[in-house]
């Protein structure tokens, strides 16, 4: 059975940084656009970014100047680096797959993985 498999959270201090994986167990995220996603307790789901096939990056604002996302397709793994944490932050985080809906917009069509949890310590 399909299903994302994300990975490396934790709890980390403030001013810190965190890096999580994102694979995809029985099918290949090599060819596919991904994005990276998180929910704070109590909050919906938010995109953090997104990466294209092709290694094209998008961030959210919030995350713009101190975060990467990279995929490694010798390893087919999407990976996202979190850098200079805030203090109480805490967010499980996804992965999925984008598509391209009607008008151009992304959209998530699978199922969502179990997440990974980060935290941030002050």
């Known amino acids: 059975q399909e299903q994302f498999v994300e990975s490396g959270g934790g709890s980390v201090q403030a001013g810190g940084s965190l890096t999580i994986s994102c694979a995809r167990a029985?099918?290949?995220?090599?060819?596919?656009?991904v994005g990276w996603y998180r929910r704070a307790p109590g909050k919906e789901r938010e995109l953090v970014g997104r990466?294209?096939?092709?290694?094209?990056?998008f961030y959210v604002q919030s995350v713009k100047d101190r975060s990467t996302i990279s995929r490694d397709n010798g390893k087919d793994t999407i990976y996202l680096q979190e850098n200079r944490l805030r203090p109480g932050v805490a967010a499980v985080y996804y992965c999925?797959?984008?598509?391209?809906?009607?008008?151009?917009?992304?959209?998530?069509?699978?199922?969502w993985g179990r997440g990974t949890q980060g935290t941030v310590s002050s």
């Open positions: 999925n797959i984008l598509y391209k809906g009607a008008g151009g917009a992304w959209c998530v069509r699978d199922p």
């Open positions: 029985g099918s290949s995220l090599v060819d596919k656009a």
């Open positions: 990466i294209g096939s092709g290694g094209d990056t």
